[in-house]
């Protein structure tokens, strides 16, 4: 649905894309997870066609983004990080106006404006002014609105935040419901735990640069084998160190007695040898585990690598 | 039968500013400062039929040259105040990436944005009619003239405008925009003049009694306010002092004596420059734009 390949965007001397890639299958529900300024707003807006990009070619399903501006526009619904709302419009007015952009007018409009605003949880609310609306119902607003075209891809700017956590819930109920109606969403935010219980797909971006893509399955398994392991040695402390530091698969190692922390980058049978080794060499073991991480480690690992802290 | 399709941004707008009170203000102040003016004329001629017993009808052409040159300046000031904060106000408002990501054209959103200004001048101007009227209780202008006058005042709204779209489309705050669209006609309107003034003093200078400053003088074709002067000298019977006035300035005999219509055709072709110019502006995928990252 979404295919970006090599993606260049430079403000000036600031190189904000450098050769991002990414694929977003139909139907999915991509998380665009970045430290801020990584480089998602930029992605997200060449992608919605309201910026240029140096070089690179951005597909949305099929179509050129840069060639066809107009039928690209009907294939989306694009929600911006930060946006506001017209004064003296009623809820149902704001709606009715975006429906008629796309020639749906009259009852036809009123039926479908009122039939997104109950998707929303917001049919209540048709004849309320904009700017009486709380922000959480807003954001809800101005994704109801992005509805209105029956776009194929949502292109979603941090819809959740500054919201409540109740607001975050109904945001995040709202869009697992429209991705299980077949819509193709790209999303990025920074509460990642959300974006990973949500999201079928996650991509990682930092300076312009897409250091992880994977499904979550991929990523928490990723997640799962960078964590180090954590060993409790009751007896040969140093003989245990001597061995885990020989060991090829080994990385960096702390030793606080009686825990010994290393990286380790074998898998499940790796770990096991390991341990059988340890215990054979008469090291006493009376704990052996890696370490449980999440996402946000993840991130934090991934985007701060090369930095200096 | 195919319904009549308006353009979504005219039909908003509209909708927007009916429901606000800053048209019905400016309505008001707009009428409160012709009608004064107007009705200080009125009880001037008044006074002096009065005192001299007949009625002088080249005071009542004066009431109407009056009353239109004060509109004509009202709307200059109104205009840009209206229109420069129309782009400038969805790109502050952080409304107008939204727009731009839907199908509605860029060119479609200034059309939009400038139907609904010249709507709401058109109904200013309207609103000034009973105020305008005062001339036909002493006569000497006729119906046809005034008709004429009205639809050069929209004229000129549409050119303002375009002007204040121009700016707002150029400058990401209202305020700069404005600034710049006060400024652009009050180059257009009085800078020109200015400007062709020290150009004639200059010429005479070097050569005395002589003020041709040949093509120069042609940058007056985009001012607004010689078309308007040269509308109403016309209507008052002193057109061929206005024809020879350009031409011992520089103007060639045939565009002096056509001027209304040519300097009109000049600046409808500026208008539509700079409607093309403002769509090419907020067009984001042909030129290069600055965004957040």
């Given at each position: ?49 309201l ?26 619904g694009?929600?911006?990080?930060f ?23 009259g ?47 949502l ?13 975050r819930?109904?945001?995040k ?8 109606m ?5 999303i ?6 959300e ?58 190692i ?40 999440n ?15 | 039968?195919?319904?009549?399709k308006v ?19 400016l ?8 009608a ?34 004060i ?12 229109t420069?904060?129309?782009?400038s ?34 109904l ?23 008709l004429?006058s009205?639809l ?14 121009a ?10 925009a ?23 003093v ?18 007056l ?22 024809s ?47 965004g957040?990252?």
């Amino acid at each position: 649905m979404l295919r970006i390949q090599h993606l260049y965007k430079s403000y000036g001397n600031f190189t904000a894309l450098n050769s991002l890639s990414l694929h977003v299958e139909k139907g999915e529900l991509y998380g665009f997870v970045g430290a801020n300024g990584a480089g998602k707003t930029t992605t997200m807006k060449i992608a919605a066609g309201l910026l240029l990009a140096d070089h690179g070619e951005v597909y949305v399903g099929g179509i050129d983004v840069r060639k066809e501006p107009k039928k690209l526009k009907e294939k989306i619904g694009y929600m911006p990080d930060f946006f506001g709302v017209y004064d003296n419009l009623k809820a149902i007015e704001y709606m009715e106006f975006y429906a008629s952009i796309y020639n749906i007018n009259g009852k036809e409009a009123r039926k479908l404006c009122l039939e997104l605003m109950d998707l929303v949880n917001l049919q209540d609310k048709a004849d309320r002014y904009v700017d009486s609306l709380s922000r959480g119902m807003k954001q809800r607003l101005c994704l109801a609105r992005c509805l209105v075209n029956n776009p194929e891809l949502l292109i979603l700017d941090e819809p959740a935040s500054g919201l409540d956590p109740n607001a975050r819930f109904d945001m995040k109920e709202i869009l697992k419901n429209l991705c299980e109606m077949g819509k193709t969403i790209i999303i990025s935010s920074h509460i990642l735990s959300e974006l990973a219980e949500m999201c079928t797909s996650i991509g990682i971006i930092k300076n312009g640069e897409m250091v992880l893509s994977d499904s979550v399955e991929g990523i928490f398994s990723a997640i799962t084998m960078a964590n180090p392991v954590v060993i409790q040695v009751t007896e040969g402390m140093d003989q245990a160190a001597n061995l885990i530091k020989e060991h090829p698969l080994t990385g960096q190692i702390t030793i606080k007695e009686p825990t010994i922390k290393f990286e380790f980058r074998g898998e499940a049978q790796d770990e096991a040898d390991l341990l059988k080794m340890l215990i054979l060499q008469g090291v006493s073991v009376n704990g052996f585990k890696r370490e449980e991480g999440n996402l946000e480690s993840l991130f934090i690992e991934l985007t701060r690598k090369g930095e200096k802290i | 039968m195919n319904k009549l399709k308006v353009n979504p941004m005219l039909k908003k707008e509209i909708l927007v500013s009916v429901r606000s009170i800053k048209l019905t203000v400016l309505m008001l102040i707009f009428n409160i400062i012709l009608a004064a003016i107007g009705l200080l004329i009125f009880s001037s001629v008044l006074e002096t039929v009065r005192w001299s017993g007949r009625l002088d009808y080249s005071s009542t052409v004066s009431l109407y040259i009056t009353l239109l040159v004060i509109e004509f300046i009202l709307l200059a000031f109104i205009v840009p105040a209206i229109t420069a904060g129309t782009i400038s106000g969805e790109r502050e408002r952080q409304t107008l990436d939204i727009l731009l990501s839907t199908s509605l054209s860029p060119s479609r959103i200034i059309s939009g944005k400038l139907m609904s200004s010249i709507i709401s001048v058109i109904l200013l101007i309207i609103s000034s009619m009973p105020v305008i009227s005062l001339i036909f209780i002493f006569g000497g202008v006729s119906g046809g003239d005034i008709l004429t006058s009205v639809l050069f005042l929209i004229f000129i709204t549409v050119y303002a405008g375009a002007i204040g779209i121009a700016c707002s489309a150029r400058f990401k705050k209202t305020t700069t925009a404005t600034v710049a669209a006060y400024g652009s006609i009050l180059f257009l309107g009085i800078g020109t003049l200015f400007l062709v003034g020290i150009l004639c003093v200059t010429a005479s200078i070097r050569y005395p009694y002589e003020s041709n400053i040949g093509l120069f003088s042609l940058i007056l074709l985009l001012n607004p306010a010689v078309s308007l002067m040269n509308l109403i000298l016309k209507q008052v019977g002193s057109a061929s002092d206005f024809s020879s006035g350009l031409q011992e300035i520089g103007v060639p005999g045939f565009m002096s004596d056509h001027w209304l219509i040519i300097s009109t055709i000049v600046q409808i072709l500026f208008i539509l420059l700079l409607l093309i110019w403002s769509v090419k502006r907020l067009n984001p995928v042909k030129k290069k734009g600055r965004g957040n990252h």
